[in-house]
Every structure is written in C-alpha cells, then in structure tokens.
C-alpha cells in the first residue's frame, strides 16, 4: 500500500469528524533536528491521523490540525526530547460527537 | 477565584464521573475538571458497559441512561487472510429484566452521568484543562493550576482521573509515563445502518445485541484485537495493537483497520453503512505490573491513569467507575474521622481496591501481557493460520483418508512452531492464564 493512498484516506476519515482548531497555538511541536530519530520517523506511519511527515529535507514535520489527542507520539517521544505535547486549551481540539 | 474543595476531581471520564458522583451524593463540596467542551468529547470506548458498577453507584440508571442494546451473544473470532474460526455463545438468560451488559456510545454516555454528578450536587466545570498540581513547601498537593484566568483552585484532596495520557500525574512525578509496550492505540469507526439491518445481519430482534471480538492476522503479528460491537442504529468497529509493536513495524493503524473492513468474514456485516466518525485513543494493556504509587499527601488516581485495565477480557470502564467509587469511599471514610488527606490516611484507599475485583483481577493475569507481547507473531499470526488450516483440511471432502488429514494437521503445527515450542506456548499460557 503506497503512502499517499494512505494518506488520502486518513484524511477523508478526519473529515467526518469535528474539531475546533486553535489557530496559531499548535498543542503539539516537533522540535528542530537534522536527522529524525527512530521513533519520530515511526509516526509518519504511527500516528493515526497521519498528522507526521517527512519534507524533502528528511525531516519530520506535524500538523496537528486533524489530531484526536490520543497521546501516541507522546508515548514514543515525549521522553527522547523529540517532540513537546500539550492538551490544546480547555474546550479546542477534537470534539468526539460519539466517541 | 480562591475557593477551597473538600475535593477536586481531574477528569470527567468513567472514573471522575463515579468519584465525583459518589463524593458529592455524600454532601462534599466538589469541583470537577473536564478539559472537553462536553464531558465525553474527548472520550473513546468499544463500548460494552457492565451493568453491576454501575448499579452500585447509580441503582436505577436503567430509567434514563442511554442505553444502545443489550448483550445476548458474544463470538470470539480466530482470523487469518480468508477465514474465521469462532467459539459462539448466545444465551436466551442474557435477556432478562435487568441485562448485565450493554452497548453504549461514550459521548452521549458521559454526558449523562456527567448530568447525575451535576444533580447530586458537584460543580462541574468544562472546557478547562488542569495544568499542574499545586503543591505544598512539604510536597502535598493542594490544589491544581487551570488554563482559566486566575485559575487555581484548592481542595483537602484531588482526584486523578485523569485517563490513559493524563500530564498531570506524570509531570508531577506521581508516576510514569506509560511505556510504548504497555499501551495499545486503538483506531474506531462509527458505522450507520437501519436498525432493521442490524438486527437481520446479526440475527437480533428489539434491544438485543451481538459482539464480535477477533484477533489474527488482522493485527499483522502484532498484539492487537479486533472488535464489532452492535449498537442500536450502528456499529462501532475497530483494532488496536501495542504502540511497541506499531513502532517496530511501522504499520498504520488506520490502514489496519481497512484491511480489516475488508476481511471476508466482516465487510457483509458493515456493507452498505454510513461511516460517521473516525476515532483514536489509548488503551493501558500493561495490566498489574503497570500499576503506579495508587495514593500520595493529598492526592489519589484512579482508572486508565493507574493503568487499571483488564485487556484480555475488555474491560476498562467497570474498572475506572470502581476505582473511582472506591477512592470517593475511601475520602468520605477519611473525612468522617475528621482525619486529614495525608498519605498514610489515604492508604485506605488501596486496601479497599486491593479487595475488589479490579486488583484481584489484575493479579491473576499479572504475567499475561508480557507473555503476548514477547510471542505475538505466534499467536496473533502462526496459530491463527494453522487453527484455519485444520479446520479447513477437517471439512473439506476430497477423499484423502482422515487419518492422513490428521497427520498433516500436526505435522504443520510441528513444523511452524516445533514441538518444545507448542509445549512452552502452551504451557507458558497456562501459567498465566492460573
Ligand atoms: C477503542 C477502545 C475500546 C474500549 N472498549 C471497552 C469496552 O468495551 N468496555 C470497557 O469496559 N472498556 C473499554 N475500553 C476502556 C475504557 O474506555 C476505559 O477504561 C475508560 O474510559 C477509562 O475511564 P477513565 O475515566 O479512567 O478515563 P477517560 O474515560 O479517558 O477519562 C479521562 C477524562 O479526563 C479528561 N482530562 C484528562 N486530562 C485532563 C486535564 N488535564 N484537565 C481536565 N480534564 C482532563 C479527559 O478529557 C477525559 O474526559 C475501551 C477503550 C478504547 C480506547
Ligand atoms: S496525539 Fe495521536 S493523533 Fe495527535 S499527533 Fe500524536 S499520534 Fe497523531
């Protein structure tokens, strides 16, 4: 299965779902790097909303628009100083209207 | 807003809800924190919901809880590429006056336990993320800090309720962050479908409901689970694996679950529906050994946050709304003595959970997770496919006398997996399983 028919589908699912986005105070930030570690690569696949990517210089960059908070890439990143994660503020982010 | 709470509850998930149900139905003052624009926004499940915690908080909720069916058949399927081999149950008991589980649907759930918490007398406020717990000079949490303006607040006691990927506990060192190998992400999708559909596909009449659990080579040698729950007017479907295991493998769990979509043996059951919402979240698999430092000066946790979870038999919410009712019972225990929320008071807490089923039944599938984890491709992948092969070569008729068939069957089982390797699989899963 080729990536970017992945990708395509991931984001006709997010398109059902609702969300509030806070303009301008993205929750989650990958921090500057050259090369991505293992774990940081992993969630260009990992990530269920497919919110990590690879840009052509190799680096791995998120838009976190579409992300259901679910904490993956804080699991695998978090620790290694790869990424900083924050809930978005009270009331922005996914809205699950089922759940 | 300076306002001291006998307690402050962190959460309005299945565990908050219990516990601030269960502290504010007993006159305390209350404060509950839901990060979520309603509470359950946020929130993911299945769901099967078991009838009994429940009903020891909130007796009657069968007059207006949002109920979708009632459970009267389970399939547990085995799956490789083109087959299923499964063990059924239906029983025509589980259609009794008080059903003992139930499907639900967590947003419209969580809203309404969130309104009996309201009703019982707790203020709850939404759209607030707590954002740190506020300590003491001696450590002892005292309150916690708010994204609101000006916004801490103070309380004798706070309740982590937090949920799987919960940051307050973990950045106030309460305890650790879930490690990859104890945590499963898990993708979900809302299928819609007439209720007449539901009830032809699934050979259920009115209320009644059917689930299908799978595991095989859904999960792609992962540890993973696949499930099919019917609602009223639709299905929820979904797989997780460990985070581990989708680390290693670099697989996409949305790509997971439209292979799985497309599996034979499920696409007839969902052709034709809507597909409503795409959801993901955490689910704590780590089981006993996960188990954080449970209570601290001032502060308890409780639910997914404390890796309370029974991943081999699916349930998390009963466990969460038991937590939370007992911590809350432990509180008001401490409270009536006029004792205050230290450590060594709040112990109580364990001791009562240590004596429900939540720890007890953590404690016998203690060695289970790691057992799954360290040989998931023979179990989510060869044995799947032998159990498939034998069954197949056992119906098929095509004059190979049975004897032979018979010994091609172990011959295959031999030759994937060795003789000492069934032996230690089996007995490995014994040990565990005891
Ligand atoms: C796909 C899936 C299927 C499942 N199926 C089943 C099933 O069939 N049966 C079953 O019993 N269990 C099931 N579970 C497990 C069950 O959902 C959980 O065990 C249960 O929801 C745990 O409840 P909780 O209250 O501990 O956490 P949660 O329900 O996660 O609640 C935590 C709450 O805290 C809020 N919160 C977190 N941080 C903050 C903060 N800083 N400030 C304010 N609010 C905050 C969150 O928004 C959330 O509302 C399933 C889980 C998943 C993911
Ligand atoms: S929290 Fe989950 S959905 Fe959001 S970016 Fe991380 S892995 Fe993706």
């Known amino acids: 299965m080729t990536i970017a028919g992945t990708k395509v589908r991931v984001e006709d699912k997010l398109y059902q779902n609702r969300y509030l986005v806070d303009s301008g105070r993205p929750h989650i930030i990958v921090r500057p790097h050259d090369k991505p570690s293992a774990n940081l690569l992993a969630l260009t696949y990992v990530c269920p909303a497919k919110c990590y990517e690879l840009n052509d210089k190799g680096q791995v960059e998120i838009t976190a628009d579409g992300c259901m908070e679910c904490g993956t890439c804080r699991i695998l990143c978090e620790k290694g100083g790869d990424i900083e994660w924050n809930y978005p503020r009270g009331g922005f982010g996914v809205l699950f209207k089922f759940g | ?434």
């Open chain 2, 1 to 434: 807003m300076i306002e001291q709470f006998d307690a402050i509850v962190v959460g309005a998930g299945m565990s908050g809800n219990a516990a601030a149900y269960t502290l504010a139905s007993q006159g305390l003052k209350v404060l509950q924190l839901e990060r979520g624009e309603y509470p359950g926004s946020k929130n993911v499940q299945g769901a099967i919901m078991y009838a009994n915690m429940l009903e020891k908080i909130i007796p009657d909720f069968r007059d207006d809880a949002p109920l979708e069916r009632h459970l009267v058949e389970q399939r547990l399927w085995v799956m490789d590429d083109t087959s299923h081999t499964g063990i059924h149950y239906r029983s025509d008991d589980f259609n009794e006056a008080k059903p003992n589980r139930y499907t639900i649907i967590r947003a419209q759930f969580d809203k309404w336990f969130s309104r009996k918490v309201r009703e019982a007398g707790a203020t709850v406020l939404c759209e607030t993320t707590a954002t740190e717990l506020v300590r003491d000079g001696n450590g002892k949490v005292i309150g916690v800090r708010t994204d609101r303006a000006g916004g801490v607040v103070f309380a004798n006691v706070v309740v982590l309720a937090e949920g799987v990927s919960g940051l307050l506990g973990t950045r106030a060192g309460l305890r650790e962050m879930p490690k990859p190998e104890t945590v499963a992400i898990a993708v979900k999708e809302m299928h819609f479908l007439p209720e007449e559909v539901i009830g032809q596909r699934f050979g259920v009449k009115g209320d009644e409901g059917c689930v299908i659990e799978a595991v095989g080579t859904i999960s792609r040698s992962m540890a993973g689970l696949g499930f099919l729950y019917t609602n009223k007017e639709s299905i929820s479907l979904g797989i997780g694996c460990l985070v581990s295991d989708f680390a290693a493998t670099m697989e996409s769990p949305s790509a997971l679950l439209d292979a799985m979509k497309n599996h034979p043996s499920i696409r007839p059951l969902i052709a034709g529906s809507e597909v409503k919402e795409y959801a993901a979240h955490l689910i704590p698999e780590g089981g006993y050994r996960a188990i954080p430092q449970l209570f601290g000066d001032g502060w308890v946790i409780v639910g997914d946050a404390a890796q309370l979870n029974n991943a081999i038999h699916r349930e998390g919410s009963n466990l969460a709304m038991t937590s939370g009712r007992v911590a809350a019972e432990a509180i008001i225990k401490v409270k009536s003595r006029n004792g205050p929320m230290t450590k060594a008071n709040l112990a109580l807490y364990k001791t009562m959970l240590d004596d429900s089923f939540v720890i007890k039944d953590l404690k016998k599938y203690k060695d289970m997770p790691a057992l799954l984890h360290t040989n998931s491709s023979n179990f989510f992948d060869s044995y799947p496919r032998l159990m498939s092969h034998a069954a197949q070569t056992f119906m098929r008729v095509d004059g190979t006398p049975k004897i032979e068939k018979e010994k091609n069957t172990t011959a295959a089982f031999i030759n994937a997996r060795s003789r000492w390797g069934l032996v230690s699989d089996a007995v490995r899963l014994a040990l565990a399983w005891r």
